[in-house]
């Protein structure tokens, strides 16, 4: 048994939680002066509560009791105006500093996040749902909010001001300071129960929230098969199923919400009225429990206190539920986050955003699974922006095995391969053989199951594969994504070699013309061409291009392929083919083994 695993337990729940919460302290380590301040001006606010009530209180007496001109008060009711308007100051200034607070968190969260996501490297990304993701970096972090803006002032509340409370109710009278000290605590106690069961609803509910997104946008995007295929009113069941389900989830939510509010109204207005009973009571002369007759004033002061002294404690119930949900974000966050610290552990990818990858010498550089070392000490760190194109680099290729993420069956087993620096090789072979999965693991798209894979990572790789992904915008932002520096003219050149020219001169905007997500409005061919003159614009030492003619008509086919062979020549080159042509223009060709069987 591994020792290490047999001395270290599991993590208790509770120890879960309370590293979560220290986490959520964490993210607020930036504004931790706002937050306070925040806190602060609730809690003054509070306070001041207290001068208000014995304000009012002494007038009363004064006027009622002891026959003082009412005209003579005029120096309390000023205090009490300064103290209105103080009160409302303070508590603006709580919620501004709070709400500055929260979205400096939030938009941090925004930055940090898709970095993660992208560091995790492509094999993470492709095993997620974009609605997910999405739902992510906004669902959840927006979840974060209430904790900040709602539960951190009233938490601040509850630690101080009851206190002072309590302490003036005892100061005037010993029993209604004993009715509060008692009932107090009972409060707590249920928001507690409550507020477990808050948190693990919250977590159901955001996760149902995630994947009903991710559900959503995926049939968002097939929109047109949907009708196509007649799938519409199944469809639109499903979606109502899920939409139903996330109501389902969210009213449950609500009620444990409105659940912990109602206890505490109970538990307030018992105590509010066990005072009232008692102060009742003592002027009526019916029980004695003071040593000094009870004034109107001090019965006027204990009344107007008690309920606010359970104000703050309102209020930390009415966002304790936020708490709640912000624990629950954190945890979705951290579920994705963790397992994708660990996919990009085990990935040797770094993915630059626009389809192209480079390699990532940190990650090539760390133990594998089985024991395996993908590449060898002292390797430089290769960085997109080192200028040039870096070296151009030999591939190599050991032993190796490869496997898609969730299949049961290696696509290639025990393969070697190798290719001097500025050579070239075209993979032939029957569909399915592996030349795409061969050409995503030289990208550092999918990890070798086994074996040594090595590309120095010095060099710059670029690649077009079988389906490039476009973005929306003009097809020259979408190659500027390769060089955002490059001007007109390289871009045209690019254009022209990869033959991008010879549609894109009749579109009527020709490289400005928009195209919609995913390539929308261009055909399967053009959009490779697009792909290609990214890959040009790229300057890479090493280009791996899968398929880079398919669905040409032969003079196109041909045009483009001169244009490769000199931009080719001192690169190295892999590039996946059906095409003879496209193959006759590397060094040599590589007809792949049909899975399992030994190279030709
Ligand atoms: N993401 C994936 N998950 C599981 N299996 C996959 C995945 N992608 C490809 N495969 C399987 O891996 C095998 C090799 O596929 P690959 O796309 O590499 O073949 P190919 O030689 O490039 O085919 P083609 O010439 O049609 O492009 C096929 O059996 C395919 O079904």
């Not at 990572?457 to 079988?466: K, N, S």
């Not at 060089?483 to 254009?495: I, N």
Request: hydrophobic share 50%; proline share 6%.
């Amino acid at each position: 048994m591994d020792q290490s695993l047999a001395a270290e337990p599991l993590p208790q729940p509770s120890d879960i939680r309370a590293r979560r919460l220290r986490r959520l302290d964490a993210l607020a380590s930036p504004v931790r002066g706002r937050l306070r301040a925040a806190g602060a001006c609730a809690v003054l606010a509070g306070w001041l509560l207290v001068a208000q009530a014995a304000l009012i209180a002494l007038a009363v007496q004064r006027v009622l009791v002891e026959g003082g001109d009412p005209a003579a008060q005029w120096p309390a009711l000023t205090a009490l105006a300064a103290i209105g308007a103080a009160r409302a100051l303070l508590g603006w200034g709580a919620r501004e500093l709070a709400d500055e607070a929260a979205t400096r968190i939030r938009s941090e969260l925004r930055t940090v996040l898709p970095r993660r996501m992208f560091a995790a490297g492509v094999p993470w990304i492709r095993g997620q749902r974009s609605g997910g993701l999405s739902e992510l970096a906004a669902t959840h972090v927006d979840a974060l909010e209430g904790y900040f803006t709602g539960y951190l002032p009233a938490r601040a509340e509850v630690l101080a001001v009851p206190a002072l409370m309590l302490a003036a109710a005892f100061s005037v009278d010993v029993v209604v300071g004993l009715v509060l000290l008692l009932t107090m605590p009972l409060i707590p106690f249920f928001m507690m129960l409550v507020g477990w069961g808050a948190e693990a609803a919250s977590r159901r509910q955001l996760r149902a929230l995630a994947r009903m997104g991710g559900h959503f946008a995926d049939r968002l995007r097939g929109l047109g098969l949907i009708r196509l295929y007649g799938r519409g009113e199944a469809e639109l069941e499903g979606i109502g199923a899920a939409a139903e389900a996330l109501r389902v989830r969210t009213l449950k939510v609500l009620r444990l919400a409105f659940l912990s509010s109602a206890v505490l109204e109970f538990f307030a207005s018992v105590s509010v009225a066990v005072i009232a009973l008692y102060l009742g009571l003592s002027y009526l002369g019916m029980i004695e429990l003071r040593t000094a007759p009870l004034t109107l004033g001090t019965g006027l002061f204990c009344l107007l206190l008690a309920p606010e002294f359970f104000a703050p404690m309102r209020k930390l119930a009415a966002h304790y539920h936020d708490r709640a949900g912000a624990l629950a974000a954190l945890e979705e966050i951290d579920t994705a986050l963790g397992a994708q610290a660990a996919s990009s552990a085990a990935s040797s990818s770094r993915f630059d955003g626009d389809g192209t990858a480079m390699a990532d010498p940190q990650a090539r550089g760390r133990p594998r699974s089985r024991g395996e070392h993908r590449a060898g000490p002292g390797m430089r760190a290769n960085r997109a922006d080192t200028g040039g194109r870096g070296l151009t680099p030999a591939v190599v290729l050991r032993g190796v095995a490869l496997r898609h993420a969730g299949s049961d069956r290696d696509v290639l087993v025990g393969f070697d391969l190798d290719i001097p620096p500025g050579g070239s090789l075209a993979l032939v072979g029957p569909s399915g053989c592996g030349k795409s999965t061969l050409l995503e693991a030289l990208a550092g798209w999918l990890s070798p199951a086994a074996g040594t894979l090595r590309i120095e990572p010095a060099a710059r790789i670029a690649y077009a594969p079988q389906r490039p992904h476009l973005f929306h915008g003009s097809i020259a932002d979408n190659l500027r994504l390769a060089k955002p520096e490059a001007g007109d003219a390289e871009l045209r050149a690019a254009a022209e070699a990869a033959q991008v020219m010879r549609f894109a001169a009749h579109l009527p905007a020709g490289l400005d013309t928009v195209i919609g997500e995913r390539g929308f409005g261009l055909s399967g061919g053009e959009a490779r061409r697009v792909a290609l003159a990214r890959v040009y614009l790229r300057d890479a030492g090493l280009l791996l291009l899968d398929e880079p003619t398919a669905f040409l008509d032969p003079d196109t086919e041909a045009a483009l392929l001169e244009a490769l062979a000199s931009y080719a020549r001192g690169r190295t080159l892999i590039l996946a083919t059906h095409s003879a042509a496209a193959a006759r223009i590397a060094d040599r060709s590589l007809v792949m083994p049909a899975a399992h069987e030994p190279p030709r």
